[in-house]
């Protein structure tokens, strides 16, 4: 099992930046594929970004293609979100969380089920 904390979340003006984090502790970070969800009030929870446990693939839902990036440091057991050109719909609850899978498929590690550990979440509000 793995512990996540998010942190970074805040209010923005459309068009500015942020950049979540995402602390891990218990079993080694580096073997946890690792992705971020969020979820906006009176919605589901969506897919947003996922890495490879190694670092060297990434998956982005359509909606955040070009304007966020996930990465990790697996020396820091830590994991992050830049999010640059915010819009207001971008606005919601965001999560990390972390999978043991060894299937790196887009249809697996795209889908919330897929991870076993999640972490409390953190506020993103993007004002227009």
């Known amino acids: 099992q793995v512990q996540l904390v998010e942190s970074g979340g805040g209010l923005v003006q459309a068009g500015g930046s942020l950049n979540l984090s995402c602390a891990a502790s218990?079993?080694?970070?580096?073997?946890?594929?690792m992705g971020w969800f969020r979820q906006a009030p009176g919605k589901e929870r969506e897919f947003v970004a996922a890495?490879?446990?190694?670092?060297?693939?990434?998956y982005y839902a359509d909606s955040v293609k070009g304007r966020f990036t996930i990465s990790r440091d697996n020396s820091k057991n830590t994991g992050y979100l830049q999010m640059n050109s915010l819009k207001p719909e971008d606005t919601a609850v965001y999560y990390c969380a972390a999978s043991g899978t060894r299937l790196w498929v887009r249809s697996v590690v795209t889908t919330s089920t897929t991870y076993g550990d999640w972490g409390q979440g953190t506020q993103v509000t993007v004002s227009s």
């Open positions: 890495i490879k446990w190694s670092g060297s693939s990434t």
């Open positions: 218990g079993r080694t970070f580096s073997s946890y594929a």
